[in-house]
Protein backbone atom coordinates (compact mmCIF):
# COMPACT_ATOMS: atom_id res chain seq x y z
CA UNK A 1 0.00 0.00 0.00
CA UNK A 2 1.40 3.36 -1.39
CA UNK A 3 0.03 6.18 -0.30
CA UNK A 4 -1.66 9.03 -2.45
CA UNK A 5 0.55 11.96 -3.14
CA UNK A 6 -0.50 15.51 -3.83
CA UNK A 7 1.15 18.85 -3.79
CA UNK A 8 -0.59 22.45 -2.83
CA UNK A 9 0.71 25.77 -3.69
CA UNK A 10 -0.30 28.24 -1.22
CA UNK A 11 -1.99 31.38 -2.95
CA UNK A 12 -4.32 34.14 -1.52
CA UNK A 13 -7.14 32.06 -1.33
CA UNK A 14 -6.10 29.34 0.46
CA UNK A 15 -4.52 31.61 3.24
CA UNK A 16 -8.10 33.53 2.99
CA UNK A 17 -9.74 29.77 3.83
CA UNK A 18 -7.24 29.13 6.70
CA UNK A 19 -8.04 32.27 8.33
CA UNK A 20 -11.21 31.98 8.34
CA UNK A 21 -11.93 28.27 8.78
CA UNK A 22 -15.92 28.77 8.91
CA UNK A 23 -16.00 30.06 5.15
CA UNK A 24 -13.77 27.19 4.30
CA UNK A 25 -15.92 24.79 5.79
CA UNK A 26 -18.81 26.36 4.05
CA UNK A 27 -17.19 26.46 1.10
CA UNK A 28 -16.57 22.50 1.23
CA UNK A 29 -19.31 21.64 1.36
CA UNK A 30 -21.35 23.32 -0.83
CA UNK A 31 -18.77 22.79 -3.61
CA UNK A 32 -19.00 19.35 -2.57
CA UNK A 33 -23.06 19.02 -2.73
CA UNK A 34 -22.41 20.58 -6.19
CA UNK A 35 -20.11 18.41 -7.87
CA UNK A 36 -22.33 15.21 -6.75
CA UNK A 37 -24.98 16.66 -8.94
CA UNK A 38 -22.73 18.00 -11.88
CA UNK A 39 -19.59 15.71 -12.13
CA UNK A 40 -21.19 12.29 -11.62
CA UNK A 41 -19.44 9.09 -11.27
CA UNK A 42 -19.27 6.55 -14.33
CA UNK A 43 -21.79 4.18 -12.10
CA UNK A 44 -24.82 3.92 -10.40
CA UNK A 45 -25.64 3.68 -6.61
CA UNK A 46 -27.50 0.47 -5.16
CA UNK A 47 -28.24 0.24 -1.78
CA UNK A 48 -26.82 -2.70 -0.17
CA UNK A 49 -29.03 -2.74 3.00
CA UNK A 50 -29.55 1.16 4.68
CA UNK A 51 -26.73 2.78 2.85
CA UNK A 52 -25.60 2.94 -0.76
CA UNK A 53 -22.57 1.92 -3.00
CA UNK A 54 -21.49 3.38 -6.26
CA UNK A 55 -20.94 0.20 -8.73
CA UNK A 56 -20.21 0.51 -12.18
CA UNK A 57 -21.27 -2.98 -14.40
CA UNK A 58 -20.39 -3.64 -17.90
CA UNK A 59 -20.90 -6.76 -20.16
CA UNK A 60 -22.87 -8.38 -17.65
CA UNK A 61 -25.03 -10.28 -20.14
CA UNK A 62 -21.71 -12.20 -21.69
CA UNK A 63 -19.56 -15.24 -20.55
CA UNK A 64 -18.02 -15.34 -17.27
CA UNK A 65 -16.21 -15.40 -15.25
CA UNK A 66 -17.33 -12.09 -13.80
CA UNK A 67 -14.30 -10.05 -13.33
CA UNK A 68 -14.86 -7.98 -9.96
CA UNK A 69 -11.96 -4.81 -9.52
CA UNK A 70 -11.29 -3.73 -6.01
CA UNK A 71 -9.34 -0.87 -5.77
CA UNK A 72 -6.62 0.62 -3.32
CA UNK A 73 -7.06 3.05 -0.44
CA UNK A 74 -8.64 6.49 -1.59
CA UNK A 75 -9.04 5.34 -4.88
CA UNK A 76 -12.72 5.76 -6.54
CA UNK A 77 -13.96 2.96 -9.04
CA UNK A 78 -12.66 5.37 -11.65
CA UNK A 79 -9.29 4.66 -11.47
CA UNK A 80 -10.04 1.15 -13.46
CA UNK A 81 -11.00 3.30 -16.57
CA UNK A 82 -8.48 2.41 -18.72
CA UNK A 83 -9.23 -1.27 -17.83
CA UNK A 84 -13.01 -2.13 -17.09
CA UNK A 85 -14.05 -1.10 -20.54
CA UNK A 86 -11.48 -3.69 -22.50
CA UNK A 87 -12.04 -6.25 -20.09
CA UNK A 88 -15.83 -6.18 -20.88
CA UNK A 89 -15.64 -6.49 -24.52
CA UNK A 90 -15.00 -10.30 -23.48
CA UNK A 91 -16.17 -10.62 -19.96
CA UNK A 92 -18.88 -9.31 -17.54
CA UNK A 93 -17.13 -6.64 -15.14
CA UNK A 94 -17.83 -4.92 -12.01
CA UNK A 95 -16.11 -1.86 -10.24
CA UNK A 96 -17.13 -0.24 -6.63
CA UNK A 97 -16.85 2.53 -4.34
CA UNK A 98 -15.95 0.92 -0.63
CA UNK A 99 -18.72 2.42 1.56
CA UNK A 100 -17.06 6.45 1.79
CA UNK A 101 -15.27 6.23 -0.84
CA UNK A 102 -16.24 7.55 -4.18
CA UNK A 103 -19.81 8.20 -4.92
CA UNK A 104 -20.48 5.29 -1.76
CA UNK A 105 -21.97 6.66 1.01
CA UNK A 106 -20.43 5.84 4.35
CA UNK A 107 -21.33 2.38 5.93
CA UNK A 108 -20.56 0.65 9.42
CA UNK A 109 -17.86 1.16 11.24
CA UNK A 110 -15.42 0.26 12.25
CA UNK A 111 -14.10 -0.87 8.83
CA UNK A 112 -13.23 -4.44 9.21
CA UNK A 113 -12.11 -7.00 6.24
CA UNK A 114 -15.23 -9.05 7.30
CA UNK A 115 -17.92 -6.13 6.90
CA UNK A 116 -15.82 -5.24 3.33
CA UNK A 117 -16.26 -8.28 2.40
CA UNK A 118 -19.64 -8.20 3.16
CA UNK A 119 -20.56 -5.26 1.22
CA UNK A 120 -18.98 -6.95 -1.43
CA UNK A 121 -21.01 -9.67 -1.19
CA UNK A 122 -23.86 -7.74 -1.37
CA UNK A 123 -22.68 -5.30 -4.24
CA UNK A 124 -22.09 -8.79 -6.65
CA UNK A 125 -25.52 -9.71 -5.66
CA UNK A 126 -27.80 -6.82 -5.90
CA UNK A 127 -25.49 -5.88 -9.56
CA UNK A 128 -27.06 -9.00 -11.15
CA UNK A 129 -22.92 -10.25 -11.55
CA UNK A 130 -23.05 -14.02 -11.29
CA UNK A 131 -20.50 -16.08 -10.45
CA UNK A 132 -17.70 -17.55 -10.14
CA UNK A 133 -15.33 -14.59 -10.08
CA UNK A 134 -11.85 -13.10 -11.47
CA UNK A 135 -10.68 -10.96 -8.49
CA UNK A 136 -8.41 -8.04 -9.20
CA UNK A 137 -6.84 -6.20 -6.67
CA UNK A 138 -4.79 -3.29 -6.36
CA UNK A 139 -2.53 -2.62 -3.39
CA UNK A 140 -4.61 -2.59 -0.35
CA UNK A 141 -7.20 -4.13 -2.54
CA UNK A 142 -5.05 -7.03 -3.12
CA UNK A 143 -5.49 -7.90 0.73
CA UNK A 144 -9.32 -7.94 0.34
CA UNK A 145 -9.87 -10.11 -2.67
CA UNK A 146 -7.50 -12.35 -0.92
CA UNK A 147 -9.88 -11.90 2.22
CA UNK A 148 -13.04 -13.14 -0.28
CA UNK A 149 -11.06 -16.09 -2.12
CA UNK A 150 -10.28 -17.64 1.42
CA UNK A 151 -13.79 -17.28 2.48
CA UNK A 152 -15.87 -18.49 -1.04
CA UNK A 153 -13.28 -20.62 -3.04
CA UNK A 154 -16.25 -22.26 -4.66
CA UNK A 155 -17.17 -18.37 -6.40
CA UNK A 156 -13.15 -18.27 -7.00
CA UNK A 157 -12.03 -18.40 -10.47
CA UNK A 158 -9.22 -16.27 -10.45
CA UNK A 159 -7.04 -13.49 -8.77
CA UNK A 160 -4.89 -11.29 -10.43
CA UNK A 161 -2.64 -8.72 -7.85
CA UNK A 162 -1.61 -5.74 -8.97
CA UNK A 163 1.15 -4.24 -7.15
CA UNK A 164 -0.76 -5.87 -4.48
CA UNK A 165 0.00 -5.30 -0.29
CA UNK A 166 1.40 -8.01 1.08
CA UNK A 167 0.31 -8.59 5.19
CA UNK A 168 3.92 -8.97 6.32
CA UNK A 169 5.36 -5.66 3.70
CA UNK A 170 6.44 -3.14 7.13
CA UNK A 171 7.46 -6.22 9.45
CA UNK A 172 9.99 -7.23 6.06
CA UNK A 173 10.63 -4.29 4.63
CA UNK A 174 12.38 -0.91 6.47
CA UNK A 175 11.56 1.23 3.46
CA UNK A 176 7.72 0.69 3.41
CA UNK A 177 8.22 0.39 7.45
CA UNK A 178 9.85 4.05 7.57
CA UNK A 179 7.09 4.93 5.06
CA UNK A 180 4.44 4.56 7.12
CA UNK A 181 4.71 7.92 9.35
CA UNK A 182 4.30 9.46 6.03
CA UNK A 183 1.38 8.01 5.00
CA UNK A 184 -0.02 8.16 7.80
CA UNK A 185 0.91 12.00 7.75
CA UNK A 186 -0.60 12.22 4.46
CA UNK A 187 -3.67 10.91 5.24
CA UNK A 188 -4.97 13.20 8.34
CA UNK A 189 -3.02 16.53 6.43
CA UNK A 190 -5.43 15.74 3.38
CA UNK A 191 -8.43 14.83 5.69
CA UNK A 192 -7.58 18.30 7.65
CA UNK A 193 -7.74 20.59 4.30
CA UNK A 194 -10.34 18.61 2.64
CA UNK A 195 -12.91 20.01 5.68
CA UNK A 196 -11.95 23.77 5.22
CA UNK A 197 -11.79 23.61 1.67
CA UNK A 198 -8.11 24.55 1.05
CA UNK A 199 -7.27 21.59 -1.23
CA UNK A 200 -9.85 22.68 -3.68
CA UNK A 201 -9.36 26.70 -3.07
CA UNK A 202 -5.33 25.65 -4.43
CA UNK A 203 -4.94 26.07 -7.86
CA UNK A 204 -2.30 23.61 -8.12
CA UNK A 205 -3.87 20.60 -6.52
CA UNK A 206 -2.31 16.90 -8.02
CA UNK A 207 -3.29 13.83 -6.98
CA UNK A 208 -0.51 11.68 -8.33
CA UNK A 209 -1.49 10.07 -11.80
CA UNK A 210 -5.05 10.28 -11.99
CA UNK A 211 -4.32 13.01 -14.31
CA UNK A 212 -3.51 10.26 -17.24
CA UNK A 213 -7.07 8.95 -17.03
CA UNK A 214 -9.62 9.26 -19.29
CA UNK A 215 -11.19 12.43 -19.02
CA UNK A 216 -14.50 12.23 -18.00
CA UNK A 217 -12.95 9.50 -14.69
CA UNK A 218 -10.05 11.90 -14.31
CA UNK A 219 -12.67 14.53 -13.44
CA UNK A 220 -14.91 12.39 -11.60
CA UNK A 221 -11.93 10.82 -9.57
CA UNK A 222 -10.60 14.06 -8.61
CA UNK A 223 -13.59 15.63 -7.34
CA UNK A 224 -14.16 12.80 -4.90
CA UNK A 225 -10.60 12.75 -3.86
CA UNK A 226 -11.37 16.57 -2.51
CA UNK A 227 -13.98 15.19 -0.31
CA UNK A 228 -13.39 15.06 3.19
CA UNK A 229 -14.97 11.80 3.46
CA UNK A 230 -13.08 10.32 1.19
CA UNK A 231 -9.98 11.13 3.53
CA UNK A 232 -11.97 9.93 6.52
CA UNK A 233 -12.74 6.68 5.34
CA UNK A 234 -9.31 6.10 4.17
CA UNK A 235 -8.31 6.91 7.67
CA UNK A 236 -10.44 4.25 9.05
CA UNK A 237 -9.15 2.11 6.37
CA UNK A 238 -5.67 2.41 7.45
CA UNK A 239 -6.29 1.65 11.02
CA UNK A 240 -8.15 -1.42 9.82
CA UNK A 241 -5.26 -2.31 7.87
CA UNK A 242 -3.14 -2.18 10.76
CA UNK A 243 -5.23 -3.76 13.24
CA UNK A 244 -7.34 -6.23 11.47
CA UNK A 245 -7.46 -7.00 7.37
CA UNK A 246 -3.62 -7.97 7.54
CA UNK A 247 -4.51 -10.64 10.55
CA UNK A 248 -7.28 -11.99 8.84
CA UNK A 249 -5.48 -12.33 5.46
CA UNK A 250 -1.60 -13.09 6.71
CA UNK A 251 -2.67 -17.22 6.42
CA UNK A 252 -4.83 -17.02 3.65
CA UNK A 253 -4.50 -19.67 1.05
CA UNK A 254 -5.87 -20.13 -2.65
CA UNK A 255 -6.70 -23.10 -4.56
CA UNK A 256 -3.69 -25.08 -5.38
CA UNK A 257 -3.96 -24.41 -8.84
CA UNK A 258 -5.71 -21.07 -9.20
CA UNK A 259 -4.84 -19.16 -12.20
CA UNK A 260 -3.16 -16.27 -11.04
CA UNK A 261 -1.17 -12.92 -12.10
CA UNK A 262 0.90 -11.21 -9.70
CA UNK A 263 1.54 -7.60 -11.74
CA UNK A 264 4.66 -5.72 -9.73
CA UNK A 265 5.14 -1.77 -9.92
CA UNK A 266 8.95 -1.56 -11.73
CA UNK A 267 9.56 1.50 -10.20
CA UNK A 268 8.68 0.36 -6.31
CA UNK A 269 10.16 -2.96 -7.42
CA UNK A 270 13.94 -0.51 -8.27
CA UNK A 271 13.66 1.46 -4.88
CA UNK A 272 12.60 -1.63 -2.59
CA UNK A 273 14.57 -4.56 -3.34
CA UNK A 274 12.13 -6.34 -0.53
CA UNK A 275 9.20 -5.51 -2.41
CA UNK A 276 9.90 -7.70 -5.56
CA UNK A 277 10.51 -11.13 -2.54
CA UNK A 278 6.89 -9.83 -1.26
CA UNK A 279 5.21 -10.13 -4.40
CA UNK A 280 7.58 -13.35 -5.36
CA UNK A 281 5.51 -14.72 -1.98
CA UNK A 282 2.15 -13.64 -3.69
CA UNK A 283 3.36 -15.22 -6.78
CA UNK A 284 3.68 -18.63 -4.81
CA UNK A 285 0.07 -18.60 -3.61
CA UNK A 286 -0.97 -20.92 -6.47
CA UNK A 287 1.28 -23.50 -8.33
CA UNK A 288 -0.77 -21.87 -11.47
CA UNK A 289 0.67 -18.71 -11.57
CA UNK A 290 2.47 -15.47 -13.44
CA UNK A 291 4.36 -12.94 -12.51
CA UNK A 292 5.32 -9.47 -14.16
CA UNK A 293 7.21 -6.74 -13.42
CA UNK A 294 5.79 -3.93 -15.80
CA UNK A 295 9.31 -1.31 -15.94
CA UNK A 296 8.73 2.39 -14.99
CA UNK A 297 5.33 2.29 -14.17
CA UNK A 298 4.58 3.55 -10.40
CA UNK A 299 2.22 2.06 -7.77
CA UNK A 300 -0.73 4.44 -8.92
CA UNK A 301 0.33 4.76 -12.88
CA UNK A 302 0.31 0.93 -13.10
CA UNK A 303 -3.13 0.59 -13.46
CA UNK A 304 -3.71 5.11 -14.29
CA UNK A 305 -1.44 5.19 -17.51
CA UNK A 306 -2.91 3.80 -20.29
CA UNK A 307 0.81 2.64 -21.22
CA UNK A 308 0.89 0.99 -18.27
CA UNK A 309 -2.86 -0.32 -17.58
CA UNK A 310 -2.46 -2.21 -20.63
CA UNK A 311 -0.82 -5.00 -19.04
CA UNK A 312 -3.35 -4.94 -16.17
CA UNK A 313 -5.75 -5.85 -19.28
CA UNK A 314 -3.40 -8.61 -20.75
CA UNK A 315 -3.01 -10.24 -17.58
CA UNK A 316 -6.48 -10.31 -16.31
CA UNK A 317 -7.56 -11.44 -20.01
CA UNK A 318 -5.27 -13.92 -19.28
CA UNK A 319 -6.48 -15.30 -16.52
CA UNK A 320 -9.99 -15.21 -17.82
CA UNK A 321 -9.01 -17.51 -20.71
CA UNK A 322 -7.24 -19.79 -18.07
CA UNK A 323 -10.37 -20.30 -15.62
CA UNK A 324 -12.73 -20.52 -19.06
CA UNK A 325 -10.27 -23.66 -20.27
CA UNK A 326 -8.93 -25.40 -17.03
CA UNK A 327 -5.21 -23.93 -18.87
CA UNK A 328 -1.78 -23.20 -17.15
CA UNK A 329 -0.45 -20.07 -16.58
CA UNK A 330 2.41 -19.04 -17.81
CA UNK A 331 4.62 -19.17 -14.67
CA UNK A 332 8.17 -17.52 -15.91
CA UNK A 333 8.64 -14.41 -13.97
CA UNK A 334 8.70 -12.19 -16.71
CA UNK A 335 9.48 -7.99 -17.25
CA UNK A 336 8.26 -5.29 -19.87
CA UNK A 337 9.76 -2.57 -21.60
CA UNK A 338 9.52 0.55 -19.88
CA UNK A 339 6.01 1.33 -21.06
CA UNK A 340 7.08 5.03 -22.31
Given at each position: MKPTVFKLCAGAGVLAALATPAAGVAYQWRTTRREDETVPGLGERVDVGGYRLHVRTEGLAG?????????????????????????????????????????????????????????????????????????????????????????????????????????????????????LPLMKATIQDSTVLATFGVNRLSKRYVVSDVEYLPSAARAAACARMLTRRTWRTTGEELRSWLTDVNDKVRDAKLPADLPLAVLTAGEVSRSDPVHNELQDDLAA???????????????????????????VTEAVADVVRAARAGGRMDSEPTQTGSGR
Amino acid sequence: MKPTVFKLCAGAGVLAALATPAAGVAYQWRTTRREDETVPGLGERVDVGGYRLHVRTEGLAGDGPTVVFESGMSCPLEVWSWIQPEIARDAPAVAYDRAGLGWSERGPRPRTADEMLAELETVLEVSGAKPPYVLVGHSFGGLLVRHFAQRHPELTAGVVLVDASHPEQLVRSARQALGLPLMKATIQDSTVLATFGVNRLSKRYVVSDVEYLPSAARAAACARMLTRRTWRTTGEELRSWLTDVNDKVRDAKLPADLPLAVLTAGEVSRSDPVHNELQDDLAALSANSRRLVVSGASHLGLIMREQFAKYVTEAVADVVRAARAGGRMDSEPTQTGSGR
